[in-house]
């Protein structure tokens, strides 16, 4: 199993960036797919989720400004991040889960995690 993100970087407050996960070694379309961030020295947040049925979730800090997408038949889930504020610096992973309870948020039922990509949000 693999998780493979990319589209990190320096950004600028108020810009944008798309992250892309491209994930491979198992069922990609039966798994909800995930994005947790880790900002330096503190714990891990939970972000966002786009589930196997096809609706999607957002964490109160980033909805109306992250939106999450995936493509079943390239195996890979996007995250795009607009209107960035330098508190979305941080570390973002990738996630894959089998089992996840919709709206539950819960990092326990991800099975799968990537190496993770930063974003840093700095005038």
């Known amino acids: 199993v693999q998780l493979v993100e990319s589209g990190g970087g320096l950004v600028r407050p108020g810009e944008s960036v798309r992250l892309s996960c491209v994930a491979s070694?198992?069922?990609?379309?039966?798994?909800?797919m995930g994005w947790v961030r880790q900002v330096q020295g503190k714990g891990l947040e939970w972000v966002s989720a786009?589930?196997?049925?096809?609706?999607?979730d957002y964490a109160d800090s980033v909805k109306g400004r992250f939106t999450v997408s995936r493509d079943n038949a390239k195996n890979t889930v996007y995250l795009q991040m607009n209107s960035l504020k330098p508190e979305d610096t941080a570390l973002y992973y990738c996630?894959?889960?089998?089992?996840?309870?919709?709206?539950?948020?819960?990092?326990?039922?991800?099975?799968?995690w990537g190496q993770g990509t930063w974003v840093t949000v700095s005038s």
């Open positions: 786009a589930y196997s049925h096809g609706t999607t």
């Open positions: 070694g198992f069922h990609f379309s039966g798994y909800t």
């Open positions: 996630t894959a889960g089998s089992g996840v309870t919709p709206g539950l948020r819960a990092l326990s039922e991800y099975d799968y």
